[in-house]
């Protein structure tokens, strides 16, 4: 009963005109915050699967690093069992570390990445090659593939080079000297090729061949900086990361891709949230004016109030009447900002029609994902604003005093 109560008092024209606008504003108020909530989280969700896609091409599903210092040591046994180990596609084995690149009188630091044949099978850089062949060479003739921002810091063409870089590189076991170069190992090594997937990338690494990077540090010949591990199925990555650590032991550290870049992610999260919490301060202030709308609404149906209290109806019924005002006020307004946010990324992801200012990024527009629980999350949002903004008028109205004049 109190619902048709509400219904009509919502689609009724109101004596006062003022009580038809502000309860106007209210609706639109709440339809253009949940549109533009809506939206601004499609747009995270649409960056974030973005830039999950590109730092893919990098970061492998799982990563076994050592859990004190810099490098493990894993034996032919270890490495086989996680090779065979169920769920796991392929294993792949790195040597890691900061080198100087140079070039004549042009130098940089990179971090030099020695792979071995695996790296193929378990990473997306060779599909992103922009120049050249993926090559690393041998320990004894090394070939370097460099970053799209270290080939240009170092002033070569990647794939048409004919003269070598220099490598230098820290031992692993410094010598007392007193000369600091002899804690270095310089060698040389020809560029065969450029890849290009995301700035964070392609100005820092140059990847290798693992056993050229393991002579020049004076590693054993069981020791590495990481393995990297392909799996079959995605999916499970938690669930075959923990046995993993499991049976490797305390003296291994195993990452999941989320792991591995753990402060990207984070921060994608806050800010994703942030803008959220600030969005949802339209829903407040819309909140103030559906109390002023629904005050004013009390106050020209006293007599209305009076009538249904001479009928029997208790203060149960007059605050579910008005309580009932404002949900309706909250779920057509968000019902309408929902649909047109729907309506905007729909034209958003055929026809790209907001596009992205620069030219510094790989794609020229915003993308845009839809997801559901999203949705629930904006509606929900606004039906809770709106509850506890009707509250005070509705419980005002149930506590009117009994009142009937002739």
């Not at 024209?13 to 106007?24: L, P, R």
């Not at 591990?229 to 291994?252: R, V």
């Not at 030219?359 to 506890?388: E, G, Q, R």
Request: net charge positive.
């Amino acid at each position: 009963m109190y619902l048709t109560f509400a219904w009509r008092y919502f689609k009724a024209k109101k004596s006062t005109n003022a009580i038809n606008i502000i309860s106007w504003v209210t609706l639109c108020v709440i339809a253009f915050s949940t549109m533009c909530q809506v939206l601004v989280l499609s747009v995270f969700n649409g960056f974030e699967d973005l830039v999950k896609s590109l730092y893919s091409n990098f970061y492998t599903d799982v990563r076994v690093i050592a859990s004190k210092g810099k490098t493990i040591f894993l034996s032919a046994e270890q490495i086989n069992s996680i090779k065979n180990f169920k769920g796991v596609k392929n294993i792949s084995l790195v040597a890691e570390e900061k080198a100087l690149l140079q070039n004549g009188e042009l130098q940089t630091v990179v971090f030099l990445k020695g792979v071995d044949d695996n790296y193929r099978n378990v990473s997306g850089v060779p599909q992103k090659m922009l120049k050249g062949d993926f090559e690393t060479g041998t320990a004894d003739k090394p070939e370097l593939i460099l970053g799209a921002g270290i080939e240009y810091a170092v002033g070569v063409q990647a794939h048409k080079s004919l003269t070598p870089l220099t490598v230098f590189l820290p031992k692993k076991i410094g010598y007392a000297s007193s000369d600091p170069a002899s804690s270095l190992s310089e060698g040389n090594a020809y560029p065969s090729g450029s890849f290009a997937i995301q700035q964070d990338f392609d100005n820092k690494y140059v990847i290798t061949n693992i056993d050229f990077v393991k002579q020049q540090m004076n590693y054993a010949g069981n020791e590495y900086s990481a393995a990297e591990i392909a799996l079959l199925n995605p999916s499970q990555t938690d669930e075959i990361t923990n046995s993993l650590q499991k049976m490797l032991g305390d003296n291994y550290k195993v990452q999941t891709k989320y792991q591995q870049n753990t402060s990207l992610y984070t921060s994608m999260k806050v800010e994703k949230w942030a803008i959220y919490a600030v969005l949802t301060l339209i829903l407040i202030i819309a909140a103030f004016n559906m109390i002023g709308a629904l005050t004013m609404l009390v106050l020209e149906k006293r007599k209305d109030i009076s009538v249904l209290q001479s009928l029997g109806a208790d203060k149960s019924l007059i605050l579910k009447i008005f309580l009932s005002e404002g949900l309706i006020l909250a779920i057509t307004g968000a019902a309408i900002g929902l649909i047109l946010a729907t309506i905007i990324c729909a034209l958003q992801s055929k026809f790209k029609l907001v596009k992205l200012s620069g030219n510094s990024f790989l794609i020229d527009y915003f993308p845009v994902k839809l997801i559901a629980t999203d949705f629930l999350l904006v509606a929900f949002t606004a039906l809770i604003i709106a509850f506890i903004a009707a509250w005070f008028p509705a419980n005002k109205a149930s506590h009117q005093a009994f009142e009937l004049r002739s």
